[in-house]
């Protein structure tokens, strides 16, 4: 990206350091934060720059911290299947890698090309194949974190199980980059499938029920797939050409046992569904296709866009898509959306005039609040951060997750104003 | 006459029974002597009370008065733990959940199940498994054990080597913070709540940061068949490279157990004895599940590996009663051990799995120049080692030999990029071996966030981290028999 092109992002999108600096050594990450530490500089961190959108109520930093160049893997460890990486690595690269092991890091965020482990790790990015392999939370064994004030201080371990002192790994996990810079990520691995298949079932349009039915009997019978995520009509058609509704079933496990699923699939096919089932390279090609449709801050858009993420009870997902197309038909917006019946986790595109974003926004927000859920606001240009909040309201124990900010933070140095309630 | 045996008592006390209950607060020194330790047995002191709330109003009201009195208290489950954590080292007002006790709801649709914390970890699948459905940690203990300890501690088990430990499973908390607010944390269960992950960080922390009061677990349907291997090596390394090139075929066990022949010596003395051959050195059981359809496959490859290795005998079970035999076997091995020695102590290091062979002769090393038998019993798959040092109490000097040997086991695993605990937590036993794998620095960040929470550090005092200057108070020999149980 020439800086040009960095210059107009970071002006759409804010969190824009006024120097930009690329360390490519660790001793380079601490001797930065150590001045900002002791000259009361404010420090945005980032590594491929995809998540630019994603919080932040400061348009300016003082100092854009890098982590692009900072790149590469550390040690493997076939046999232990763990591996330690640089933040910088892409995900793509870092799969690459592993691949000639027979081996994967059991993540599968957007864009893996652009997105780095570093800032996937920190924004606590995930896929629809969560439901199977879990998230950041369930991989990662240790960190070493480069303090605010430069100390380098190291969580967890390089061993798979591990209840040595505090889980400190779990708090830097999404914290957004505002508890100081992550340097070497561990995780643990997981074989690679030995074979893979994904069915994509859809109906018609209002018969949409049907696929909500049918996730609940599969969560039920005793099959085992790796994604059960929901598509919106308009979605659905980016990707597969069909408008309409669309569950993918993913299976892997060794060739017999996903036959035996596949079986079962076009056993308990709905009425009037059409089910088409890709193997191995076709299904792998899918979900590349996939992993590229929701923008990123480096996606050219001809309208304005918001891109959401929503929490809430597994099943409830099925919920939050529909009221997001209502949404979508009352407020004149459109809206591509996914969502995983088995993880609870959807994510929604909606573009459109400003306020009637807006309008969704705080739709949506209210039907996940209603339920016991969230909505966070991943990707937004920074002018309209300031009218309508990124992460909600603040938790009951919001004093706590100050408290921590304080404690490991105390001059606001890393990505200050970045996370929930200002911290 | 009421009134005047009353005014005897300590002022505390009146005002902790007038929040639980005359029934449910015990002082007198002869009922607190079953509070003085829990599964770690070597340390004993005696609280000052121990109270028995029965909901989260009770709980909040009884640490509110604690923190306003300067009280030191502890929250205890069914008093399982293996590292001391529920020990009162400081008279402590123990808070024991073991009246908490209800399954509040299942929602089999979301796959969860909301807990009370005193409710015991087996007690939840035994309710679920008509439907289908089970909950995945299983530590040894887990027919006694509370959720509520379980989170406390981040309590692994057998299986967890492909289904992950306690940590993995929770979707929310309700907690009563060192001051007596409660929170919520996660929820109703939506995952990735924004803000810094408190329940992770809560899980695991050994009741310093707060009490747990009501927890949402994720429940998960049954694997479909389940297939279960027995192998018989006649070399210790032999059986330990079988771990290794089992993973290394790209098989997720769902559970890969390895025990030495001291260990199986203990086992075919203990209750649930399966007639291993006595000439035997290691065995491993291992368990697959899934598909059934996949399932033999990954059967032949693991007798494949074994074959490799020069396995003497393997078998895979015939039925369920098999099954259940063979893990009875296994499950109860700790206890076991007090078949063949008068005292042990199990200790619990964890080791990258590819430096099995090594870390086991360093062992043995230790055993032989302590004099003393040390049994292994271990979840080979993650590498999470749990050495049995066999002692007799009564021998002077050797409850201390056997204490110095179990550090040194701990190093040995730190030395090889380990670490000193994989489930049992570090306690009081384990908190000076903790500077083995964190530098002074990296505690200190720790106790940083124990003081957001816990500032006053009234809640589980002296727990978890080294003192600043090494405290031989917690090596104190005891001469109490040694019966920690699995």
Redesign the interface.
């Known amino acids: 990206m020439d800086t040009q092109e960095h210059v107009e992002l970071h002006d759409l999108y804010g969190n824009r350091g006024s120097e930009w600096h690329e360390p490519v050594s660790e001793e380079e990450i601490c001797e930065r934060l150590k001045r900002a530490h002791e000259e009361g500089r404010k420090v945005a961190i980032e590594s491929g720059g995809t998540k630019r959108g994603y919080g932040g109520a400061r348009g300016e930093y003082d100092w854009t911290l890098s982590l692009k160049k900072y790149k590469g893997i550390v040690e493997h460890?076939?046999?232990?299947?763990?591996i330690t990486v640089k933040p910088g690595t892409t995900i793509a690269e870092l799969q690459r890698f592993l691949q000639e092991y027979?081996q994967q890091v059991s993540l599968d965020p957007h864009w893996p090309e652009q997105a780095t482990i570093g800032g996937v790790i920190s924004a606590?990015e995930?896929g629809p194949k969560r439901l199977a392999y879990?998230?950041a939370?369930?991989l990662v064994i240790g960190l070493r974190i480069v303090?605010p004030d430069g100390?380098i201080?190291?969580?967890g371990?390089?061993?798979?199980?591990?209840?040595?002192?505090?889980?400190?790994?779990?708090?830097f996990?999404?914290?957004m980059g505002t508890?100081g810079v992550i340097s070497e990520i561990t995780m643990k691995l997981?074989?690679?499938p030995?074979y893979e298949s994904l069915a994509l079932v859809s109906v018609p349009e209002g018969e949409e029920e049907k696929l909500r039915l049918l996730a609940?009997e599969i969560?039920?019978?005793?099959?085992?797939p790796v994604t059960l995520e929901i598509l919106t009509p308009a979605l659905a058609e980016k990707l597969t050409g069909t408008r309409a509704f669309t569950l993918l079933v993913g299976y892997e496990?060794?060739e017999?046992?996903v036959?035996?699923?596949e079986g079962w699939m076009i056993h308990h096919k709905p009425e009037n569904a059409v089910l088409e089932i890709l193997h191995e390279e076709e299904a792998r090609k899918f979900w590349e296709r996939f992993a590229v449709t929701v923008p990123n801050t480096h996606t050219k858009e001809k309208d304005l866009c918001a891109v959401l993420?929503a929490?809430?009870?597994?099943?409830?997902v099925f919920t939050m898509m529909t009221t997001a197309l209502d949404l979508g038909i009352s407020h004149l917006v459109d809206i591509e959306a996914h969502g995983g019946l088995?993880?609870?986790?959807s994510e929604y595109v909606v573009r459109g005039q400003q306020d009637n974003i807006i309008a969704v926004i705080e739709g949506l927000r209210a039907a996940a609040e209603q339920?016991?859920?969230?909505i966070?606001i991943k990707q937004l240009p920074f002018h309209l951060r300031k009218k309508v909040d990124v992460?909600?309201r603040?938790?009951?124990?919001?004093s706590?997750?100050e408290?921590?900010k304080k404690?490991?933070d105390p001059y606001g140095v890393c990505n200050l104003q970045r996370?929930?309630?200002g911290i | 006459m009421k009134r005047k045996k009353q005014n005897k008592v300590d002022p505390h006390i009146r005002s902790l029974t007038k929040i639980v209950g005359e029934s449910e607060i015990l002082y007198k020194p002869e009922d607190l002597i079953s509070y003085d330790c829990d599964g770690f047995t070597v340390h004993k002191a005696l609280p000052k009370a121990v109270v028995f709330p029965k909901n989260t109003e009770e709980v909040a009201a009884l640490v509110q008065y604690c923190h306003m009195n300067h009280l030191p208290f502890l929250a205890r489950g069914a008093g399982t733990g293996l590292s001391g954590g529920a020990i009162p080292l400081n008279e402590e007002i123990i808070i024991s959940l073991v009246k908490m006790k209800q399954l509040l709801c299942v929602d089999y649709e979301n796959r969860q199940a909301v807990v009370q914390p005193g409710y015991v970890n087996l007690k939840l699948t035994n309710s679920i498994s008509d439907k289908g459905y089970y909950y995945a940690p299983d530590p040894s203990s887990q027919y006694v054990c509370t959720i509520g300890g379980n989170v406390a501690e981040n309590a692994g088990g057998a299986h967890c080597l492909k289904y992950g430990v306690t940590t993995n499973h929770i979707l929310g908390l309700e907690v009563v913070l060192p001051h007596g607010e409660v929170i919520e944390i996660g929820g109703e269960g939506a995952p990735d709540s924004p803000g810094y992950d408190l329940m992770g960080l809560l899980t695991g922390s050994e009741g310093t940061l707060g009490i747990v009061t009501k927890i949402t677990v994720r429940i998960l349907k049954s694997p479909q068949g389940k297939k279960t291997v027995l192998a018989y090596f006649d070399d210790v390394e032999e059986g330990s490279r079988a771990v290794s090139d089992i993973i290394a075929a790209g098989i997720v066990p769902a559970a890969l157990e390895m025990m030495d022949k001291t260990a199986i010596e203990g086992v075919e003395a203990g209750t649930f004895p399966v007639g291993h051959p006595p000439d035997i050195e290691a065995f491993l059981l291992i368990e697959v599940d899934g598909i059934m359809a996949g399932l033999e496959e990954q059967i032949e490859q693991i007798l494949e590996v074994c074959e490799s290795w020069n396995v003497r005998e393997v078998k895979v079970a015939k039925s369920e009663e098999e099954r259940s035999r063979w893990w009875a076997n296994r499950k109860t091995g700790f206890g076991a051990m007090g078949a063949i020695s008068p005292d042990y102590l199990v200790q619990d290091g964890v080791i990258p799995r590819s430096r099995l062979p090594e870390v086991l002769k360093e062992i043995e090393k230790i055993s032989r120049e302590s004099g003393l038998r040390i049994a292994n019993i271990f979840h080979a798959g993650d590498g999470n080692l749990h050495p049995l040092i066999l002692f007799d109490s009564r021998v002077p000097g050797e409850t201390e030999k056997a204490l110095q040997a179990g550090t040194a086991c701990l190093k040995a695993c730190a030395d090889v990029g380990g670490s000193i605990t994989g489930e049992h937590g570090v306690g009081i036993e384990k908190k000076e071996e903790m500077r083995f794998i964190f530098t002074e620095e990296e505690i200190e960040a720790q106790l940083d966030i124990r003081d957001v929470f816990n500032p006053y550090d009234l809640l589980n005092q002296g727990k978890l981290f080294p003192k600043p200057s090494r405290c031989m108070d917690v090596k104190k020999i005891v001469k109490d028999t040694v019966a920690v149980q699995s």
Request: aromatic letters at 6%; glycine letters at 18%.
């Open positions: 460890n076939a046999g232990d299947m763990t027979g606590n995930s879990g998230s939370r369930d303090y100390r201080i190291r969580t371990g390089k061993v798979v199980k591990n209840v040595a002192g505090y889980d400190m790994n779990k708090l996990i999404g914290a508890l997981r074989p690679a030995k609940v969560q039920d019978a005793m099959i085992e496990d060794v017999c046992s036959k035996e699923q993420k929490g809430t009870k597994n099943m409830d088995g993880h609870g986790i339920k016991g859920g969230y966070v992460w909600g603040n938790p009951g124990h919001f706590l997750m408290g921590i404690a490991v996370y929930i309630g």
